[in-house]
């Protein structure tokens, strides 16, 4: 099947996601689609609203060799580390326009894995950033409603113009 990523404002990129009650072979398929979707933009991770379902489910490979793929249901941040780091983000859903976020540097994450264990994993660097921007998406959030209203406002605008 193919899946493609819905652009900003759709309102499954606005709403927080449903949680996965069981991993199914549909899941394991919606997260195989993911991950082709991600490879070819490219990217470091995809969140199931990203494509307009309303799913909690993300992928991540921050991984300089590719195939690392954290592959996560219902993904939670327990702990964030006191150092914060500023890192260049941006979406595929708002094209053509990126900003600087600053956000936590490592993360402690539990989610559900593809067999359905649940798992805890810390996570640092890109690997920490790109799976705080995925659950920011499963919370109805993107990456620019962490700027100032400004800069947000800016940004879109910018990006409006840019893709018109």
Request: net charge positive.
């Amino acid at each position: 099947m193919s899946r493609r990523i819905v652009p900003w404002p759709n309102p499954c990129l606005k709403a927080k996601a449903e949680p996965i009650v069981e991993i199914t072979p549909e899941i394991t398929q919606i997260w195989q689609d993911m991950i082709v979707v991600m490879e070819a933009m490219p990217g470091v991770g995809l969140a199931a609203p990203q494509l307009g379902m309303g799913l909690r489910l993300a992928v991540v490979d921050a991984s300089s060799v590719r195939g690392q793929v954290l592959r996560m249901a219902n993904p939670e941040i327990l702990h964030i580390s006191a150092k914060l780091e500023v890192g260049e983000e941006a979406s595929p859903n708002l094209l053509r326009v990126s900003a600087q976020i600053k956000r936590p540097r490592g993360v402690t994450v539990r989610y559900m894995d593809e067999t359905g264990a649940m798992q805890k994993r810390d996570l640092v660097g890109l690997w920490a950033r790109s799976l705080q921007h995925q659950v920011d998406h499963l919370n109805g959030r993107m990456y620019f409603d962490n700027l100032s209203n400004l800069k947000r406002d800016m940004l879109i605008k910018k990006a409006r113009k840019l893709c018109a």
